[in-house]
């Protein structure tokens, strides 16, 4: 072995090395903040005020917090509004941006701009008071889960990848189609959507996070309380420190303590579910948005 080779091998491996110390540092920094919610909502109330620096472990193993985050009747009606609106919502959202992005992948005259007119919402919007004005006062869907859903039904990018994603079917299965004699309808369902499961799991992906995470349209369309989503309920926790009907029985000197754990338990409560679902869509991820992203 040359010189040469042997100079480029150590340095391939110093890259190497440096490259995967790098990657773990990264690792290390994103995963932290989440375990360190954990393990604070794991923690003894009063140890956990008294703790400093970092918290590489529980401090006292207690379930104290969790036991009364799911005994306040606010977080169980949050997670049943927000199911309700992420099941309901994402199959808005499939149906609509699968019927744009079909429709649009055809070629038909005005195609061109009604795409360049689609692409500058993009950029361009009414902003936040005309959006109001039309959802709660000309719409009349104000205080209700059509305002969380309707105007939201097709996002622009995802409707851009999902168009690209059937153009990159064979133009020769949709013509062996309408020979044997079926309509666009059923194009779409028996060959398109078939052929599209990994974009069509990332889109499920896309809208779904965005519901579970979504609470400014609900802050502002929902007045019934019977009708907030969990992100809501979580923000009155964190933001507004509305802790007070989960530390009954406490004794005042307590209650702030006992208020950090039940802020720790909440987050976790509402983030578990959500990265319990990654996992199974993780493997269309890269793929969906590659046929997506990718014209031929």
């Not at 019927?99 to 195609?111: D, E, H, I, T, V």
């Amino acid at each position: 072995m040359s010189h040469s080779t042997m100079k480029h091998s150590l340095s391939d491996r110093i890259f190497d090395f440096a490259n995967t110390l790098f990657m773990i540092m990264m690792i290390v920094i994103t995963l932290y903040p989440f375990y360190y919610v954990v393990a604070a909502s794991l923690s003894n109330s009063d140890l956990l005020m008294s703790h400093r620096g970092l918290l590489l472990a529980p401090q006292g193993f207690n379930l104290d917090a969790f036991k009364r985050v799911l005994d306040n009747p606010n977080i169980l009606s949050g997670y049943r509004n927000t199911l309700f609106i992420l099941i309901a919502g994402t199959a808005i959202n499939l149906l609509l941006t699968s019927l744009g992005a079909y429709a649009l992948s055809r070629k038909f005259m005005l195609r061109r701009w009604i795409m360049v007119g689609i692409v500058f919402t993009m950029y361009f919007s009414g902003g936040l008071i005309p959006n109001y004005l039309l959802i709660n006062n000309w719409l009349h869907m104000g205080n209700s889960y059509l305002a969380l859903m309707l105007p939201v039904a097709v996002s622009t990018w995802n409707l851009i990848v999902m168009r690209t994603s059937f153009e990159a079917i064979p133009e020769s299965l949709i013509e062996s189609s309408r020979i044997d004699g079926s309509g666009d309808w059923g194009i779409l369902f028996r060959i398109v959507l078939p052929l599209s499961m990994p974009v069509i799991a990332v889109m499920i992906l896309y809208y779904g996070v965005g519901y579970w995470n979504s609470w400014f349209n609900a802050m502002l369309f929902l007045q019934d309380r019977n009708l907030f989503p969990l992100q809501l309920i979580l923000r009155e926790i964190l933001v507004q420190n509305s802790t007070d009907t989960m530390q009954l029985g406490s004794a005042m000197g307590d209650q702030q303590a006992i208020g950090e754990s039940i802020k720790y338990a909440t987050i976790v409560v509402a983030t578990v579910p959500i990265l319990c679902v990654y996992p199974f869509l993780q493997k269309y991820f890269v793929k969906g948005v590659m046929i997506g992203a990718v014209k031929e």
